[in-house]
């Protein structure tokens, strides 16, 4: 995508955004709702074109049908039709590919071995998603579009789902998935891009957007005789401020470093545990950030 | 070409297992002929020929637009609402390819309920004419219902209103178009709207080919400007439909 803007009457849905997806790699388009990533998607696929700027797909056109013979699309508030059974909607999308992967494969993917002659429209949220996975998967793509896969799947779907897309990235080939939650975001992709009001505001390795966002936050009066130094040695420790001897430190896991703290009897006061989750810290990055950093 | 006979595929099953359609769209038909004998008697005179045969020609062309106009309208307002067409648009399967395998579906509809229809007046009816006449006849529906598909596409345009207009719609052309009362049984005033509708031009060739007599041009040509006109209508409001897409 290259300097694309797109409105929608007056509405700016995506302003100026520039990037570039490359081969091999695992994205996540992460932003809050209306942040543009959906959008976004939908001028990757040719589902609607941009008001400015120039979006390819394989360096084609992507509203033409042959640049699709290699990708495999998730999107959202999309429903099945009706008087079809899981596998023979399979079937469908698999009859759309030159080489698509064997039925047995996709079911075992979207984990519907025991659903497969279910009347595709009378699945639960969550296998409805499941079944999609499995039609994006059909013509053994070689890159991956999923626009807010998970929603709606329970924790045992949604590990079977990450264990499969790792097995996908893992084999060479290139996803793009949107989520507005960091941590989905930091178990699959290598490069997280974050957006919000249309805008990129981040684009970095999951790692340092954790950093930058994650995190609740500890913070104590360190006695006397405290050594900081060796606080930072300590497990789940992103960061540490100090103001005197108030300190505050930034963890991925408070629960955890708490229970070190006190286990290992270090020499605090007056603890206090503040912020929210990721979501809220990201929520809260997401609404004051008007720069862009990296 | 592949994703087109996949799609096609599908479609059929999908109406196999769909009871509306046998109920209403093929029931209708056959149930309106068997009353319709009952009460006429099956060797009335009508329009150089027996009512046997004018009032299956009459069944098999209500039952073509039924499937055109009703059935195929609420079946794509629901597909275009489920966000299902949107979903297609990201496969290899091309728009033309998609639009191609609906025809093909509905022909292969009407096929099956022209046979039907004329299979059950043959046996219930006795219906007798020679071969190439039966084959004219078939052929002329089966082409004909085309228009009809345009309407249906255009009607299933409406989105929620698509079910109750696609009713009103078929019903009322039905009527209006002398499929259930033969024109000459209406009014003169009826008589003349009849003129001007796509149902009772699709029907009257194959009145005409009963009777012995020609093919009339102006009802050709009067369907294939209905053709022109639904077509039309429904790729404008496609084209304005995608200016105004959200999200």
Not at chain 1, 115 to 131: F, I, P, Q, T
Not at chain 1, 226 to 244: F, S
Request: net charge positive; no cysteine; charged share 20%.
């Amino acid at each position: 995508m290259k300097d694309v803007t797109k409105q929608f009457g007056q509405k700016t849905a995506v302003r100026d955004v520039t990037m570039k997806i490359a081969k091999g790699s695992a994205v996540a388009l992460l932003g809050p709702n209306g942040a543009g990533k959906t959008t976004s998607i939908a001028m990757m696929l040719g589902l609607i074109r941009p008001t400015r700027g120039v979006v390819t797909l394989f360096g084609g056109d992507p509203l033409a049908s042959e640049q699709h013979a290699h990708i495999g699309v998730m999107l959202q508030g999309v429903s099945v039709p009706d008087r079809l059974t899981v596998v023979e909607t399979i079937q469908l999308f698999r009859g759309f590919y030159k080489k698509p992967l064997a039925i047995d494969r996709l079911l075992t993917a979207a984990g519907l071995e025991e659903d497969a002659r279910v009347m595709a429209n009378r699945l639960s949220g969550g296998k409805m998603r499941r079944l999609q996975f499995a039609l994006a998967l059909a013509g053994n793509p070689e890159v991956l579009f999923l626009d807010e896969p998970t929603v709606g799947m329970d924790v045992t779907a949604r590990r079977h789902f990450w264990d499969e897309l790792r097995r996908f990235i893992a084999s060479g080939k290139t996803l793009l998935l949107t989520t507005h939650d960091l941590q989905e975001a930091d178990l699959v992709a290598d490069r997280v891009i974050v957006m919000n009001k249309g805008r990129i505001i981040a684009d970095a390795a999951p790692e340092s957007i954790k950093m930058q966002f994650a995190g609740r936050q500890i913070s104590f009066v360190a006695g006397v005789h405290l050594d900081l130094q060796k606080l930072t040695k300590l497990p789940d420790v992103i960061e540490i401020k100090t103001a005197g001897r108030q300190v505050t430190i930034r963890t991925n896991n408070s629960d955890g470093l708490l229970r070190t703290l006190i286990m290992e009897q270090w020499e605090i006061s007056d603890i206090q545990v503040t912020g929210g989750g990721l979501e809220e810290a990201f929520m809260r990055l997401t609404t004051e950030t008007e720069g862009t950093f990296v | 070409m592949n994703a087109m006979w996949s799609l096609w595929k599908a479609e059929l099953l999908r109406t196999v297992r769909d009871r509306r359609f046998f109920t209403l769209t093929l029931g209708m038909p056959i149930i309106f002929y068997f009353v319709f004998m009952n009460q006429v008697g099956t060797h009335a005179r009508i329009s150089g020929t027996f009512w046997n045969a004018y009032f299956m020609v009459s069944m098999a062309a209500f039952g073509v637009v039924g499937s055109s106009v009703n059935t195929l309208a609420v079946r794509l307002a629901t597909e275009r609402k489920s966000g299902w067409v949107r979903f297609l648009r990201t496969t290899p399967l091309s728009s033309a390819g998609y639009t191609l395998a609906k025809i093909l579906t509905q022909l292969s509809l009407s096929f099956f309920i022209i046979f039907v229809v004329f299979f059950v007046a043959q046996f219930s009816a006795h219906v007798t004419m020679p071969p190439m006449r039966w084959f004219e006849i078939f052929l002329w529906l089966w082409i004909g219902s085309i228009p009809f598909a345009a309407l249906g596409v255009f009607i299933g345009m409406a989105g929620n209103a698509a079910q109750v207009l696609g009713t009103l719609v078929y019903l009322v052309l039905s009527m209006l178009g002398g499929l259930w009362t033969p024109i000459q049984a209406l009014p003169r005033a009826l008589q003349e709207v009849a003129q001007w509708m796509p149902t009772y031009r699709f029907a009257q060739p194959a009145w005409e080919l009963l009777a012995e007599r020609p093919i009339s041009w102006v009802s050709v040509a009067i369907l294939l400007g209905y053709a022109g006109i639904f077509s039309g209508l429904a790729a404008w409001i496609e084209r304005k439909g995608d200016a105004h897409q959200q999200e």
